[in-house]
């Protein structure tokens, strides 16, 4: 990193050739592939012992496929202006012409280099690019080991951010037990070993490492956390840890934290470093207050732990660094060795004490903003206020895109969001946030402020019932429930769905929500300060009635339509029997019937049809109706073959 300033400001050095640059160097990528074609030549004048002779330096001729498809060869230039229009078509938020400039800064220049750095030396020969790794690594390890300020250690570069750990701990078994190599998992029958980690601590660091590992779950000994959420309960370690060792486990690994997620609250380093001497534990720490000792203007070096996992990439705002383990090559020890314990004088990872001041601040050290709204000197908020703060942290999550907002529960402070800026973009623009965070907290607190008011109305209301809606943000949830209706629960949930499709018409503040109790019921959302309430529930009130009213009124036509329809069912019976006594029951056997029938036809008339009076529930024959059908049928004919009508010179008809 050192070097990049020296570099770019050699690179910015124009050649002869590129005095008059083309119109796709001036694009978005064509001042990057001059840089980088720049570097690549000043590295392979480097490497090359001569240069090149002119029958080396011709061109060579295209070799044509011998397949049906034979593309024509295309020009950089060219290639470069496809990617482009490429770009620029994507990208749905370009309403330009012109593609979107890509990101030209320092750090973004110096990963694309470093990129076309990389797949240059991997043309280099197999010795010649092992030489040049290892200085390379050499170089990089003591710059990085100078810079976070830690002596002595070995460094492991590495792409997963758990792989480096994974490592340090199989190299811990290799050393516990000797067998491990040849016995494999058998190695671990008679003495499991001990994997101890914070309950607050991300579970799937320690699933992943048995998993690599091919350890049982039994391997994890959860530990307690410390009562004011510094990590974990230093006194309850050395307890775990005393009462594996007598049941004949191998206590093998502690995971700490340094700004340790969720809220980047630190460990206790000093004593756990003390508990770890003290119990043969090997100590690993991860987390971003590892980070602060680079920007401390301060010489000394600290080992407090026998591993670290530093993540440069998120912290120097370079995406693709690989993340890099520091580690100690622990001493081998057996089992017998192990159950003797360790000198509790033995310093960690060596005889130089830490630094006490410096190790100070990484344990107070914070590298993340963890905020919630909550009521004033409250420990822990009640639990609705978990709901108003996942709430806000939605909101912020759609709305302030400029940074990155997590929702994180914790047990001590329940619901809380956490802003990291290292774990995201350094230079992520916060101007917007006051105004939007403002906007929001005036919600909150209207809501927060009429939720009371609001149950207390609901309770005074006969036919109203408050309903409590799992996971609702906003004022609650109400359940309309007039007289007499108690006793028909799906009713009441159609009546309510009905009553919220009604309420939607006039305002969208209010859902259809599902109780507690799976109930249908009305959902109040946030409010403002100037909100009413009480009208908000006369207006649920008065639509309330009105489908009430409607629901009444289909209900006693639905039964009206049922009396009827059951009226007409019995009608239909008694004439069919009284039809089968006149007709005889020759007429109803198959074949008998219709020689019957065709012998002497039946004289007796069809059944009379029936109409449903809706407005008087009654049942009235249809003769009526086919009467006047049968009357008009007649007039029609009549009228059709009458003269027509002759106009006179008046205008009228004759």
Known sequence: MGDASVEDTESNKHSPQSEAPSETDRGPFGGLEFQVSEVVERLEAGVNAHEAGDDERRREPRKISAGFFEPEETSMDEILKVLEELVLKTDPSCESAEPPLLPTDAVTRAAILSHSIAALFGRLERSHAARLGAHVASETSRWMAHMFRLADYSAYYHQEQLEGLVRVTRMLLHCRYPRYLEDGALAFATRLPCIYSCVASPLGVVQHLCRQLGLPLACVRPVPQHPRGRGMDVPALERLCSEDAAAGRAPLLALGGAGAAPLGGGEDLPALAAACRRQGLHLHLRGHGLALPAALPRDESYSIADSVTLTPGPWFGVPGLPTVTFYKIPEPMTANDHS??????????????????????????SACVAFQFAPADADKPPPYYDKLNSWLGQVLQREADMISIEVCETESHGVVLRYCPLEGSVTSDLDGLPAILDAQVHVLRATAALREPFLQHVAAIPCLEAAAVPGWAGLGGVRYVPAGWEDTPQRLDALNRQLVEALRATDGAFSCGESADGRACVRFGMV????????????????????????????????????????????????????????????????????VDWWAPAAVPPPPGRRLHLQHGTLQPTSDVYRYIQKKSESEPARAHSPARQPTTDGTDQ
């Open 340 to 365: 003797k314990g360790v000198n509790p004088s033995a310093e960690p990872g060596g005889d130089e004490p830490p630094t006490v001041d410096l190790v100070e601040a990484m344990s107070r050290a």
């Open 528 to 595: 403002t300060a100037d909100t009413d309430v009480q009208e908000l529930l006369e207006l649920v009130l008065l639509a309330g009635k009105d489908v009430e009213d409607s629901s009444r009124e289909l209900t006693d036509m639905t039964e009206v339509l049922k009396k009827g329809i059951s009226e007409a069912v019995a009608d239909l019976e008694r004439e069919n029997a009284l039809r089968l006594w006149q007709e005889g029951l020759l007429r109803r056997v198959p074949v008998v019937g219709r020689v």
